[in-house]
T-cell receptor, first 113, second 113 residues
Framework: NAGVTQTPKFQVLKTGQSMTLQCAQD?????MSWYRQDPGMGLRLIHY???????DQGEVPNGYNVSRSTTEDFPLRLLSAAPSQTSVYFC????????????FGPGTRLTVT | AQSVTQLGSHVSVSEGALVLLRCNYS??????LFWYVQYPNQGLQLLLK??????LVKGINGFEAEFKKSETSFHLTKPSAHMSDAAEYFC???????????FGSGTRLQVQP
């Protein structure tokens, strides 16, 4: 099992550009989430999905879009990048059974100039 | 709604000393509680989790935590710090059926030789 994979590992964008951060998992987990990590603020939930075709907003959804067309994939779209979106982004998945343990991807470090 | 407070953004201990990292949570329903560790430039690794049952939970690398409902706490301890324990530690809560986590702001542990 590869677990949770994220691409790219690093990305630099100019203000106003758009891009998609990819996330995939091979554990057949129903639940997937996106978090952003900023110094001194821990991880904050951007969007999450409870299954294919179902998504919902987290704490900090503005400027981001998600969709979930398959169980495996949960891409995060930045519609018009802003310097405030400079952050490290983590994708996670968890099973619909058991202890709610989240399995995290390795992260994407995004810089918006 | 749920929230997590980690007291002390930086904790410094000597090698061989007790490690105590504090976490208090707020939840209107019984929570699931987690401690994650993040080494520099890496993703998050689960240290331990509390779901139900025994309130003293043992994790990896000699860490343990005790769930105290009356104090709404889930402090992380290790009897003897190693240099390799230097990292950032995050407490997180999941409650009410929502699989996504709410994180504390993190505690950076420094271990002095």
């Amino acid at each position: 099992n590869a677990g949770v994979t994220q691409t790219p590992k690093f990305q630099v964008l100019k203000t106003g550009q758009s891009m998609t951060l990819q996330c995939a998992q091979d554990m057949n987990h129903e639940y997937m989430s996106w978090y952003r990590q900023d110094p001194g603020m821990g991880l904050r939930l951007i969007h999450y999905s409870v299954g294919a075709g179902i998504t919902d907003q987290g704490e900090v959804p503005n400027g981001y879009n998600v969709s979930r067309s398959t169980t495996e994939d949960f891409p995060l779209r930045l519609l018009s990048a802003a310097p405030s979106q400079t952050s490290v982004y983590f994708c996670a998945s968890t099973s619909d059974r058991g202890s709610y343990e989240q399995y995290f991807g390795p992260g994407t470090r995004l810089t918006v100039t | 709604a749920q929230s997590v407070t980690q007291l002390g953004s930086h904790v410094s201990v000597s090698e061989g000393a007790l490690v105590l990292l504090r976490c208090n949570y707020s939840s209107s329903v019984p929570p699931y509680l987690f401690w994650y560790v993040q080494y520099p430039n890496q993703g998050l690794q689960l240290l331990l989790k509390y779901t139900t049952g025994a309130t003293l939970v043992k994790g990896i690398n000699g860490f343990e935590a005790e769930f105290k409902k009356s104090e709404t706490s889930f402090h992380l301890t290790k009897p003897s710090a190693h240099m390799s324990d230097a990292a950032e530690y995050f407490c997180a809560v999941s409650a009410g059926g929502r699989r996504a986590l709410t994180f504390g702001s993190g505690t950076r542990l420094q271990v002095q030789p």
